[in-house]
């Protein structure tokens, strides 16, 4: 099929590269703000296994092509035009309407790929010509999975009211997708929603066990034999047990952000969700607290090394990431931070800046450590799972380390002549 996606979103570069891999004769439109020139530099793209290599592989034998513009993207007229676009961005919209009104009525199936407010496929397909068709594709990208989760899905959530369409899309992703069941077909409005209450039901299991892991705390109680409780009943499983330091990342902040508005607009005000977003916000200062408390609040010119900036590993985006709020706090009681990220340190300092009390390190991790009082596990990136504890425990002064995401045994922690204290969990040389 001929396709056009227009972009600059994850999802959109995900597109273009696997729709052109597997036949499709596809057709690239970034974002205006966003082109191509740029987005090949961007962290969050080269930090993506295969997607810049197979997105360049597709530009080099021409079954993907660039275009600067609706005009010229639509030069070669397009069967599918998949929309890849972000809030912010739906003013694109307008530009791209204009073009395919001045190029006439064609039928076309219009796949909307995007984070919109529910109700937007009906509104897009009114704006096409008659005999086009709009659905709606919920986007289950993973980030540092986005070929994986594109090339093999799970499932599928088609938003769509046309059995023709259905047909269009199942042609369309037919390579991936060997299996009828993979793509679950709803009404449109649906699907939008149901993408927003799912993201809405993680947030609220995560938000659930860190106020556990809290109560676990203060009680004493090892959190870690709760979780396997919990995850061992059948009606609740273990997916999205794990309590940490908060959750991040732009596509669930804002599905989250997006379901809110939904709930506010239809007049129905949710103080459950309201909780749950309390609750991460809360908890991503959770590591400040535990270490004001183990100093009993003198942390005036201390130093902390931290592991771990990104909001989760394999990607390199800071988006909403916990380590933004842990750094504000430690910098207003005028902690030096030490910080390593093996992928997110350009984004840390565009964010930030060059701050008089950070100092961000690549290479060894355990060289953040030296001369430090405590070490702040953020982010569960794969070198930090199993350090050289005896030589951790010889940098660290004060043999202070707090595991925002419960990676390490306590007990062995301990054994190596440190204190430990994770989320719900903790434990004494």
Not at 339 to 352: F, M, S, T, Y
Not at 373 to 400: F, S
Request: hydrophobic share 40%; charged share 25%.
């Amino acid at each position: 099929m001929r396709v056009l996606v227009h972009g600059s979103e994850l999802s959109a570069a995900t597109a273009a590269a696997a729709l052109s891999w597997v036949g499709h004769r596809v057709t690239w439109l970034p974002h205006v703000d966003q082109p191509w020139s740029s987005l090949r530099r961007a962290d969050w793209l080269v930090g993506e296994p295969r997607l810049l290599d197979q997105l360049e592989s597709g530009l080099a034998d021409g079954s993907l092509r660039l275009a600067e513009s609706a005009e010229e993207a639509l030069q070669r007229p397009q069967e599918v035009i998949w929309l890849s676009l972000s809030p912010e961005q739906r003013g694109e919209l307008d530009t791209l309407f204009m073009a395919l009104d001045s190029v006439g009525n064609q039928q076309r199936l219009l796949v909307n790929h995007s984070t919109f407010p529910v109700g937007e496929t009906e509104h897009l397909e009114g704006r096409l010509g008659s005999g086009s068709h709009a659905v709606a594709l919920s986007d289950m990208i993973e980030e540092g999975r986005a070929w994986e989760t594109f090339t093999r899905p799970s499932r599928w959530l088609l938003g769509c009211d046309d059995d023709s369409a259905e047909a269009r899309v199942r042609e369309l992703l037919r390579a991936f997708n060997r299996r009828q069941e993979v793509v679950q077909r709803m009404p449109r409005r649906a699907a939008e929603l149901t993408k927003l209450a799912i993201n809405g039901m993680l947030a609220t299991r995560i938000s659930y066990m860190n106020e556990v892991a809290g109560l676990a705390d203060s009680l004493g109680v090892d959190v870690e034999f709760v979780r396997q409780g919990m995850g061992s009943d059948s009606r609740i499983g273990y997916e999205y047990l794990y309590p940490g330091c908060g959750f991040g990342g732009p596509n669930f902040s804002r599905d989250l952000m997006r379901l809110a508005d939904v709930q506010s607009a239809s007049g129905r005000r949710s103080a459950l969700l309201e909780q749950v977003l309390d609750i991460n916000e809360h908890k991503k200062e959770t590591l400040f607290r535990k270490l004001w408390a183990h100093f009993h609040g003198r942390l005036e010119g201390r130093c902390v090394a931290i592991w771990g900036a990104a909001f989760k590993p394999g990607t390199a985006r800071i988006d909403h990431a916990p380590v933004l709020s842990l750094l504000r706090a430690l910098w207003a009681q005028g902690v030096r931070v030490r910080l390593h990220d093996p992928a997110a340190l350009p984004a840390l300092r565009q964010e930030v800046g060059d701050h008089p009390l950070l100092e961000s390190m690549e290479g060894d991790p355990l060289e953040a450590c030296q001369g430090a009082d405590a070490l702040m596990l953020v982010t569960e990136w794969k070198a930090y799972w199993n350090p050289d504890w005896r030589r951790l425990a010889n940098l660290l002064e004060e043999r202070l380390v707090l595991d925002g995401r419960n990676i390490y045994d306590p007990t062995w922690v301990a054994a190596q002549g440190l204190h430990y204290r994770g989320i719900g969990r903790r434990a004494d040389p």
